[in-house]
Nanobody, 112 residues
Framework: VQLVESGGGLVQPGGSLRLSCAAS????????MYWVRQAPGKGLDWVST????????FYADSVKGRFTISRDNAKNTLYLQMNSLKPEDTALYYC??????WGQGTQVTVSS
């Protein structure tokens, strides 16, 4: 089982990034997928969830209206489009399959 996040980086406040999470080794289409983040010195913070068939999406209040979660089951890939980024969005972003399998994370830093 492997989940590999990519797309993080340094961006100015108000900017955008698109995170990707490439999955392998399990039946991606059968799992609800999550984005979870961890800011420096803080605990894990749930960001967003998408159901297995993309029927439903859910967002933390802190990112609602700015972030969009999506998935491509044909490509075994999860995405997180992040717009209007704020300094408080700075964190290590993890994808997780059913909260059972986790990636290694990709760093997002929002700073001027």
């Amino acid at each position: 089982v492997q989940l590999v996040e990519s797309g993080g980086g340094l961006v100015q406040p108000g900017g955008s990034l698109r995170l990707s999470c490439a999955a392998s080794g399990f039946t991606f289409s059968g799992y609800g997928m999550y984005w979870v983040r961890q800011a420096p010195g803080k605990g894990l913070d749930w960001v967003s969830t998408i159901t297995a068939g993309s029927t439903n999406t859910f967002y933390a209040d802190s990112v609602k209206g700015r972030f969009t979660i999506s998935r491509d089951n044909a490509k075994n890939t999860l995405y997180l489009q992040m717009n209007s980024l704020k300094p408080e969005d700075t964190a290590l972003y993890y994808c997780a399959a059913g909260l059972r399998y986790w990636g290694q994370g990709t760093q997002v830093t929002v700073s001027s």
